[in-house]
């Protein structure tokens, strides 16, 4: 099972991911300095999210990428910063026409079964479809949804060179929608956006999945050696318990000496293996 980190952004939208029945670990966005994303198989970033905190992480996030995570980015994605390297955000147009393309590719299946390619399915506002458009500067990219001109792209998918993950990108705002959108009708939520962002946390999943479990685990392993001076301590003390048993087995220190290590190596163990866990659960 992929493991899924949520930033939160202060918003009623934050409630949205709490309605598939997954498992999906909630965060605030200030707190993303603070976090091993190589921990997480899936990273999604909400519509209205703090822009400047993702543009200081932007390293982090593409280290994230780097070794094979899923990031998805919901709503206006640079109406700021640019903290995606690999597109161009337009903020001036707001698209009332959109389409779909490479329908028959299965990340399309999977992303717009749900909603039946239905292009009034994807109308969450009262004049417009989505929050600006954007280019990708990749030539990897799986474009599923742009206005009339296909160089304006809505939603895609992005695998840039040289890394391991994928991006989606979408100017949608679904996570919103699902829960309330202000239009001339009022705050109604949309079953419409509940079943796009669904089928976008279903594809999110399923690209972890394909790749295997040796692979999440050696996502996992890289997360832990991230951890730096944190984890070398922790090995450093199991092996300092384990030379002190070793030790006392061949007589090279007395039972004295070997009880106060032992003693100091089992709890400094057990701490670090405690605070390692809180850290992994962040």
């Given amino acids: 099972m992929a493991k899924i980190l949520y930033l939160q952004n202060g918003r009623a939208s934050d409630q949205a991911v709490s309605l598939f029945g997954k ?13 091993n994303l190589l921990l997480y198989d ?6 209205y999210s703090n822009q400047d905190i993702l543009y200081d992480n932007q390293q982090r996030i593409e280290t994230f990428l780097k070794y094979g995570g899923i990031v998805v980015a919901l709503g206006a994605i640079q109406n700021k910063k640019d903290w995606l390297s690999c597109c161009t955000y337009h903020d001036q147009e707001y698209p009332k026409n959109i389409q779909f393309l490479n329908r028959e590719n299965p990340a399309s299946q999977i992303i717009f079964g749900g909603i039946n390619f239905d292009i009034n399915a994807l109308n969450y506002h009262d004049t417009f ?29 992005v695998h840039p060179r040289g890394v ?10 679904p996570d919103h929608h699902t829960i309330s959108g202000q239009t001339k009708h009022g705050f109604i939520r949309n079953h419409h956006a509940e079943k796009l962002f669904e089928g976008i946390i279903d594809w999110a999943e399923k690209e972890i999945d394909n790749r295997g479990k ?56 057990l701490g670090l293996s405690v605070r390692l866990k809180i850290i992994s659960k962040l």
């Fill in 214 to 269: 040796s692979f999440k685990r050696w996502r996992r392993i890289v997360g832990l050696s991230n951890m730096s001076w944190l984890f070398i301590l922790l090995i450093g003390t199991l092996a300092m318990c384990i030379f002190s048993i070793l030790g006392f087995l061949v007589g090279m220190i007395d039972e004295k000496v070997f009880s106060i290590i032992a003693s100091i190596s089992s709890i400094t163990s």
């Fill in 164 to 173: 391991d993950g994928k991006l989606l990108i979408t100017t949608l705002d």
């Fill in 42 to 47: 899936v990273l999604i970033i909400p519509s």
């Fill in 129 to 157: 479809f989505s929050h600006g458009t954007f280019g990708t500067l990749s030539s990897n990219t799986i474009p599923l949804l742009s206005t009339n001109d296909t160089n304006k792209l809505v939603l895609s998918i």
């Fill in 23 to 35: 498992s999906i670990t909630s965060v605030p966005v200030c707190s993303l300095p603070h976090l």
